[in-house]
T-cell receptor, first 113, second 110 residues
Framework: SQTIHQWPATLVQPVGSPLSLECTVE??????LYWYRQAAGRGLQLLFYSVGIGQISSEVPQNLSASRPQDRQFILSSKKLLLSDSGFYLC????????????FGQGTRLTVV | DAKTTQPPSMDCAEGRAANLPCNHS???????VYWYRQIHSQGPQYIIH???NNETNEMASLIITEDRKSSTLILPHATLRDTAVYYCIVINTSYGKLTFGQGTILTVHP
């Protein structure tokens, strides 16, 4: 089965600083990859998804960007963090076959101060 | 992807069955119904999925109506550890996009 590695688990960053969150996947190749954000007490908001290397679809215009430099690597970035970027960030992976579930990483808790 | 509607919260007594409803009235023929749950500050965990037949696994049962416009997740003997947010989503396997709604907060009490 697939394993998703996300790090760090928690992060405190000052406003205006850059951000780079990395997600790597094991156990599958050519998956669909996803970045979600979850504000306190809210549901999962899809930020970006990727169906292949270099292919990024953005769901919400915002201060963040995503890149997929390798098949099993998905990176979430920001040049200058805002207070509103605080939240719980989750990476997910799903194989491109029908009838299969998505797997999630354990998330990164980002606090912008 | 078809949108889903779930009640924002539900309560259940420990040891009783928890029945969580989901409405997906715009579901299309090639879309699957998936259920996940999320315990506080963890990544969502897959529970079960189905297309049109009822499904059962070691965690839960999934009942899908004949017209496929709604479904019910059944936790047959809820425990305190089942307290979580439960998400019902519909996935079109032809596309990459995977979106979640607000889910149902299930609270299991002693």
């Amino acid at each position: 089965s697939q394993t998703i590695h996300q790090w760090p688990a928690t992060l405190v960053q000052p406003v205006g600083s850059p951000l780079s969150l990395e997600c790597t996947v094991e156990g599958t190749s050519n998956p669909n990859l996803y970045w979600y954000r979850q504000a306190a007490g809210r549901g999962l908001q899809l930020l970006f998804y990727s169906v292949g290397i270099g292919q990024i679809s953005s769901e919400v215009p915002q201060n963040l960007s995503a890149s997929r430099p390798q098949d099993r690597q998905f990176i979430l970035s920001s040049k200058k963090l805002l207070l509103s970027d605080s939240g719980f960030y989750l990476c997910a992976c799903r194989r491109k076959v029908p009838n299969t579930e998505a797997f999630f990483g354990q998330g990164t808790r980002l606090t912008v101060v | 992807d078809a949108k889903t509607t779930q009640p924002p919260s539900m309560d259940c007594a420990e040891g009783r069955a928890a029945n969580l409803p989901c409405n997906h009235s715009t579901i299309s023929g090639n879309e699957y119904v998936y259920w996940y749950r999320q315990i506080h500050s963890q990544g969502p965990q897959y529970i079960i999925h189905g297309l049109k037949n009822n499904e059962t696994n070691e965690m839960a049962s999934l009942i899908i109506t004949e017209d496929r416009k709604s479904s019910t997740l059944i936790l047959p003997h809820a425990t305190l550890r089942d307290t979580a947010v439960y998400y019902c989503i519909v996935i079109n396997t032809s596309y990459g996009k995977l979106t979640f709604g607000q889910g149902t907060i299930l609270t299991v009490h002693p």
